[in-house]
């Protein structure tokens, strides 16, 4: 019988992942800038890759969302992808960040989608409750880790009907399996893996793309 350990994953070596990059991902011209610019910031690892961005910009010309919600903004990329890949999207982006988000400011000016992006400087979760009688058709889940269950029960409350939920850093770099890690980011994201694969609300998917991202969706 075939195992999972018997089915070959390919191994993402760095010239494999260059040639991904060369002809799988169209960059503008301000997301390279903006990425660059965070690549040299200490905390430049908070920055999804330049395929995530690909892969999420592709899901938002398919769904063809009105609104969407991102927690966790940092410098912007990832919502100045969602807001390039499709004209009048509304996107409400939250972050308690202040200085890192006149970064993302800036491009989404040079962009010129400024005016479909709301941002909302605070704690997320505290943000999350505040958000009544509005829904959303995309969420994207990228902030603190020992929030994420809290993100991702909030997020269920605010998802429209055929709402889908995207879920960042699921892998966590190998650590969710690695019982030297017990800090409380890896045990949120283990738990919230656990969590939704039994939660019958939903339809998942899990996908090995930079550090790992969770495609849920609405049942119903």
Not at 131 to 150: G, R, V
Not at 174 to 191: E, L, M
Request: glycine residues 4%; hydrophobic residues 40%.
């Amino acid at each position: 019988m075939t195992t999972y350990q018997d089915q070959k994953a390919i191994q993402l070596t760095k010239e494999l992942r260059e040639y991904l990059l060369q002809v799988g991902v169209r960059e503008p011209a301000c997301l390279k800038k903006l990425r660059e610019q965070t690549a040299n910031m200490p905390e430049r690892n908070m920055q999804i890759l330049p395929e995530q961005g690909q892969f999420i910009s592709m899901l938002v010309r398919i769904l063809s969302p009105k609104r969407i919600l991102e927690i966790g903004t940092y410098t912007g990329y990832s919502s100045l992808c969602m807001a390039l890949a499709l004209p009048n999207v509304q996107i409400t982006a939250l972050d308690k960040n202040a200085e890192w988000t006149k970064i993302a400011q800036k491009y989404w000016k040079e962009a010129e989608v400024s005016n479909r992006i709301q941002l909302i400087i605070g704690p997320a979760l505290e943000t999350l409750k505040t958000l009544q009688n509005q829904s959303f058709d995309l969420i994207f889940i990228d902030a603190n880790k020992s929030h994420y269950p809290e993100y991702y029960e909030e997020s269920l409350r605010v998802a429209s009907a055929k709402g889908v939920i995207l879920i960042d850093n699921v892998l966590w770099n190998g650590r969710v399996i690695d019982a030297a890690h017990s800090d409380s980011g890896t045990k949120a994201i283990r738990k919230l893996n656990d969590l939704i694969k039994s939660d019958t609300r939903v339809d998942i998917c899990m996908l090995p793309i930079g550090d790992g991202l969770t495609i849920i969706k609405k049942k119903g």
